[in-house]
């Protein structure tokens, strides 16, 4: 069956320091990976998302992502994080074909900037 | 370009009550998503439809909850009778087709008391 792990329940960084945030999926053909934030009281927005080719993906806000199958992972990386980067993150694997393209979504990785 | 709206923002009931949920997705989506994320946990996809027809509703509980999406534009889900468990928001998400990126509303978020 399809599933995400997110490790990382609450992460906490200085601003201005590096991140990643971990991902892990289980799928048996190539998955279509999604990465979500979610700000308090607001949807979802999409960061980025790798269906097929170069395995380093760029998203907006200064995100990138590696998809490496070996390991099954779709990391989320930022250089420097900013005080706005504050919220939920949501890694999500698609099935990519058929009649549905259904997200089957990871628990979240709640992110906390210190000044 | 408009998102994809939903109503009411918030919704507090008590269990054995009904409600509903209403979403416009975009303008010219197809594909439109209903999603339960309860607290702590990452969004699950209730039914999806394509146009007017129901495409997946394998996890809605469909002996309280039922959707609809009359003329393949607006959507509403409904729950009745609610219980405690039901407790969440629920997010509306839609996409041009189905293999396409999904755009999520703010969600309603409901509380069963």
């Known amino acids: 069956a399809q599933s995400v792990t997110q490790p990382d329940i609450h992460i906490t960084v200085s601003e201005g320091a590096s991140l990643e945030l971990r991902c892990n999926y289980s799928y048996g053909a190539t998955p279509y990976l999604f990465w979500y934030v979610q700000s308090p009281g607001q949807g979802l927005q999409l960061l980025l998302k790798?269906?097929?080719?170069?395995?380093l993906v760029q998203g907006i806000k200064g995100f990138e992502a590696e998809f490496k199958r070996s390991q099954s992972s779709f990391n989320l990386r930022k250089p420097s994080v900013h005080w706005s980067d504050a919220a939920e993150y949501f890694c999500a694997v698609g099935a990519g074909g058929g009649a549905t393209n259904k997200l089957i979504f990871g628990t979240g990785t709640l992110l906390a900037v210190q000044p | 370009e408009a998102g994809v709206a939903q109503s009411p923002r918030y919704k507090i009931i008590e269990k054995r009550q009904s409600v509903a949920f209403w979403c416009n997705p975009i303008?010219?989506?197809?594909?439109l998503y209903w999603y339960q994320q309860i607290l702590g946990q990452g969004p699950k996809l209730l039914i999806q439809f394509q146009n007017n027809g129901v495409v997946d509703d394998s996890q809605l509980p469909k002996d309280r909850f039922s959707a609809e999406r009359l003329k393949g534009v607006d959507s509403t889900l409904k729950i009745q009778p609610a219980k405690l468990e039901d407790s969440a928001v629920y997010l509306c998400a839609s996409s041009f087709t189905k293999q396409d990126t999904q755009y999520f509303g703010p969600g309603t978020r409901l509380t069963v008391l």
């Open positions: 790798y269906f097929s080719g170069d395995t």
């Open positions: 303008s010219g989506h197809a594909t």
